[in-house]
């Protein structure tokens, strides 16, 4: 039965946590991820387990959510019997066993060393077990069949991660470096490429990059362990066909002194040491199963070993050469699909900025054609005013005295078109009246060849009329300013000679003036 479809922003943020988190560790597709998180009740660490075991159709979510709680204590105390294999790696109807995923508790729980003086108090109990533990042990070595037989005693006696030799509990990404350091420091810096990280990481990391993960466990007490070491694991051939990229191997190492390595060894049914396991993806079990295709344990030659893991790897070759091959398939047309969703994204993008431009260069040829119109209208306008006012002023200009007055001002204007008028003033004739009489020249013009006077005419609405112009006498050169008032007999003299100066053209003035 299908699961329903989940409308990814309906999920709550924890669930979206849990998702990404899930996700980013299984690289699994949301349509597969959705329905087992579901199960798991949203729990990312049961289903990445569950993931990783090829369990994940067989789901308990309170059984499960009850193992993931933490223990009631966080400091290891165990015995020799813990170190007991409860129960070997499952093996499917293909005769492969199982691979186990061992996950280490968070750096909150391990064990934190303890105070001095207790140390010091419980010394003597710490020596009688030490004592007794060693004696256990060596029985247990003398006796193989004992741990079986405890084991089918107790088989509900839970396995504890537990660090043999007082050794500082650290992370999985420390201890690995530890266990490299010690190792260089012992037998020299070549070696294969050990895995700098947990156990878990590098299972993750295989099945993901479907490559084969190579477990060595070494035990410093056992005998074997040094010429396995120097003759075998330091052989030439060893490292070349270990490192060699096209084999994709990841080498994980580690000594079962540290906690991670002995869990390891504990649930892999490890019983003689030197040991070595070869893991990969079995497709032909499950589509997430990991199995065991190749187990050596004890002293092994270099050939041996190459020859052995060779054959494994090439009993499973096609099989993953097949699933990478999907893969590709299916990363190919997923970066299809988003070339062509970015495709569509960028063409969406550059159409809506060609509509944007459009729109842009629409309002700014409106804008332009709008302020054209406004522009002529007030151009019209202040042409309009302008001669309502020369109309309107013409009509209040003083008759030019005769002959017979003998205080009158005698000026000479010379237009900007180069003609030249000439004209009496009376004594008390403002400044003003000479630029009025200037400005309505072309009025007195057509009055004086028409012969006929311009009728009545009021002044325009809301204008105030601003002179374009300003009278300068040339020769010594000085503007007589129509703001400064005063009259013409007392700014010009009783004669003059003046130049028209034009300032800016009358419209402009006119429309600014308009506008203000």
Request: glycine content about 4%; aromatic content about 8%; charged content about 30%.
């Amino acid at each position: 039965m299908s699961t329903p479809a989940v409308d990814l922003a309906a999920l709550s943020e924890t669930q979206q946590l849990a998702l990404q988190q899930y996700t980013s560790v299984t690289d699994q597709e949301l349509d597969a991820a959705l329905p087992l998180l579901q199960k798991c009740q949203w729990n990312a660490q049961i289903a990445i387990t569950r993931f990783f075991d090829g369990d994940a159709d067989t789901i308990d979510p309170a059984a499960e959510a009850a193992r993931s709680l933490p223990p009631p204590t966080s400091r290891r105390q165990e015995t020799l019997l813990d170190s007991f294999p409860l129960h070997g790696t499952r093996s499917n109807r293909f005769g492969l066993e199982e691979a186990p995923r061992i996950t280490t508790p968070p750096e909150s729980q391990l064990t934190r060393s303890a105070p001095l003086f207790l140390s010091i108090l419980f010394l003597p109990f710490n020596l009688v077990s030490t004592i007794f533990s060693r004696l256990l042990s060596t029985v247990g070595w003398a006796f193989p069949f004992l741990p079986r037989l405890l084991d089918r005693i107790y088989p509900s006696q839970p396995a504890r991660r537990r660090d043999t030799s007082g050794r500082q509990l650290l992370g999985p990404r420390e201890t690995a470096a530890r266990f490299i350091r010690e190792f260089e420091e012992e037998y020299g810096v070549t070696h294969p490429p050990f895995f700098e990280g947990g156990y878990a990481q590098a299972f993750d990391l295989a099945k993901r990059d479907l490559k084969y993960l190579l477990i060595v466990l070494l035990s410093p007490e056992h005998d074997d362990t040094a010429p396995f070491v120097h003759s075998t694991l330091l052989s030439p051939d060893v490292i070349s066909f270990v490192s060699d990229p096209q084999k994709n191997i990841i080498c994980w190492a580690g000594s079962v002194q540290d906690a991670e390595a002995y869990s390891v060894s504990n649930a892999l049914n490890v019983t003689k040491y030197p040991f070595a396991a070869l893991i990969c993806h079995t497709p032909s079990v499950s589509s997430t199963s990991m199995s065991i295709v190749a187990r050596l344990a004890g002293p092994t030659p270099a050939d041996a070993l190459i020859q052995k893991l060779q054959r494994a790897m090439g009993r499973h070759s096609e099989e993953l050469s097949r699933v990478r091959a999907q893969r590709a398939e299916q990363q190919a047309s997923r970066s299809l699909r988003e070339e062509q969703n970015s495709a569509y994204e960028r063409s969406l993008a550059q159409d809506r900025e060609r509509a944007n431009k459009r729109k842009r260069e629409e309002a700014a040829r409106e804008k332009a054609e709008r302020e054209g119109r406004e522009k002529e209208e007030a151009k019209a306008r202040a042409a309009r005013n302008l001669a309502q006012w020369k109309r309107w002023r013409v009509q209040s200009l003083p008759a030019e005295p005769g002959p017979d007055i003998k205080d009158a001002v005698r000026i000479s204007v010379r237009l900007p078109d180069g003609e030249r008028i000439i004209r009496r003033f009376g004594s008390d004739a403002g400044i003003e009246e000479l630029y009025a009489f200037v400005e309505c020249q072309d009025i007195l013009q057509a009055e004086s060849e028409s012969g006929i006077s311009e009728k009545e005419a009021r002044p325009p609405e809301k204008y105030e009329h601003v002179y374009a112009f300003q009278l300068v006498s040339p020769m010594p050169r000085e503007v007589y300013e129509v703001a400064k008032g005063g009259t013409i007999r007392e700014r010009v003299g009783r004669s003059g000679n003046l130049i028209v100066e034009k300032l800016v053209e009358e419209y402009d003035v006119e429309v600014e003036d308009g506008d203000e």
